[in-house]
């Protein structure tokens, strides 16, 4: 069944304003936020990048960006969960190598409530794929079913989540990394309650732990030999990438409006004007002006590449890198220029800083980056033969 068009930034940005009353109480309570996935599902958002045909709109990265940011400026922690889930729904339509009973499964669920996926990967001990070790979680062959045993963290949204795409390593003579679809409520699944960052609370980016799971044998959303280096497609990376920095795009976005309107207005008596007649105060709005313009210009033309289909490299990783930045120091300084008022809790810009610091999180760290970037540059060096 086709959905009928809808406007999704429009719609996000009126959730965004309901999800804001709320904001702070998932902040210092650490309580999921369930019903913004209600609204947004009664929005027609869950589906924002699954294909027409499955009941979605069809949406691309530039939609799905903007959408992200929205919701963000309101509750960036809801945000993070729906960038994870479009992530996955992306990946499903754009690759097609989910097999059919699986895709069905998820797609189906998705048209009828909030039935949200997130990918289970990094570990304890070994962290993110990302640093090259392979998973500890091991998925043994028993007849016709696989049992899996393990530890995956910082699985994001786990509360809510229908089904994680869980990375494991096979026991097989050759052993294969493989994703499998894992339902949340299987037996021997439980969540163990860990995330304790400093912002990004409502997240609730717990681990789970698996004691011999059982799922059947065909439940294998992909495998690769595991004595490959793990495969990873340009776009769904620049996807995932821009994605999660449109989240702490719209961090920064709400703390700048926040600090606008303050400066505006503020007027001590000392001055006798409101704040933002300070050449200062000036100089600190438009740094914050800047570094927002030009982490969306970048957000903006890798969204275009992408949904041209043209080739992107690394660019997802780079963009996500700069835009991170940028959002640390568009909340750090809108601190500063609101003085004592911006640590109030109350005033809200002491957790959007605390949101946008926790972005340092996502793997692989801006460190990773810049390594990985390096590398890529003397090996261009080396075939150049300079």
């Excluded at 429009?10 to 702070?24: M, P, Q, T, V």
């Excluded at 919701?71 to 729906?82: F, Q, Y």
């Excluded at 091991?138 to 994680?164: E, H, N, Q, S």
Aim: proline fraction near 5%; glycine fraction near 8%.
């Amino acid at each position: 069944m086709l959905q009928e068009a809808i406007d999704p930034v429009g719609k996000a940005r009126w959730l965004a304003i309901d999800f804001a009353e709320r904001a702070a109480h998932f902040d210092a309570t650490g309580e999921f936020p369930f019903e913004n996935f209600t609204h947004l599902h009664e929005a027609g958002l869950l589906g924002l990048v699954t294909a027409r045909e499955h009941g979605g709109h069809g949406g691309g990265l530039i939609e799905a960006q903007a959408v992200i940011s929205e919701i963000a400026r309101g509750e960036p922690s809801t945000a993070l969960v729906l960038a994870m889930h479009y992530n996955s729904h992306y990946g499903l339509r754009r690759f097609g190598k989910w097999p059919d009973h699986l895709a069905q499964r998820v797609l189906s669920a998705n048209r009828l409530g909030p039935a949200l996926i997130n990918a289970a990967q990094a570990q304890p001990r070994i962290g993110s794929p990302a640093h090259g070790a392979l998973p500890e979680t091991i998925a043994r062959r028993d007849g016709d079913c696989w049992r899996i045993t393990g530890r995956k963290t910082y699985v994001t949204g786990i509360p809510i989540l229908k089904w994680v795409s869980l990375l494991a390593l096979t026991d097989e003579p050759e052993p294969r990394l493989a994703s499998f679809l894992v339902p949340t409520d299987s037996p021997g699944l439980r969540i163990e309650k860990t995330w304790n960052a400093a912002g990004m609370h409502a997240t609730a980016s717990d681990d789970i732990i698996l004691d011999d799971v059982v799922i059947p044998f065909s439940d294998v959303i992909e495998a690769q030999p595991a004595s490959e280096p793990i495969r990873r497609e340009e776009h769904a990376t620049a996807f995932f990438f821009s994605l999660i920095g449109a989240v702490y795009h719209g961090v920064a976005l709400s703390a700048r409006d926040r600090v606008l309107s303050f400066a505006a207005r503020h007027t001590p008596a000392s001055l006798g004007a409101p704040i933002a007649t300070v050449p200062r105060i000036q100089d600190g709005l438009g740094e914050i002006e800047v570094r927002l313009a030009t982490s969306a210009r970048l957000l903006r033309s890798l969204g275009e590449d992408v949904d041209a289909g043209k080739a992107v490299g690394m660019d997802g990783m780079n963009v996500r890198h700069v835009v991170i930045d940028n959002s640390v120091a568009v909340t750090s300084l809108a601190l500063d220029l609101a003085g004592n008022p911006g640590l109030n809790r109350d005033f809200q810009l002491e957790r959007q800083h605390r949101d946008a610091m926790t972005a340092r999180s996502h793997a692989p760290q801006n460190h990773m980056i810049r390594t990985i970037a390096a590398k890529n540059a003397l090996a261009r060096l080396a075939a150049a033969g300079v």
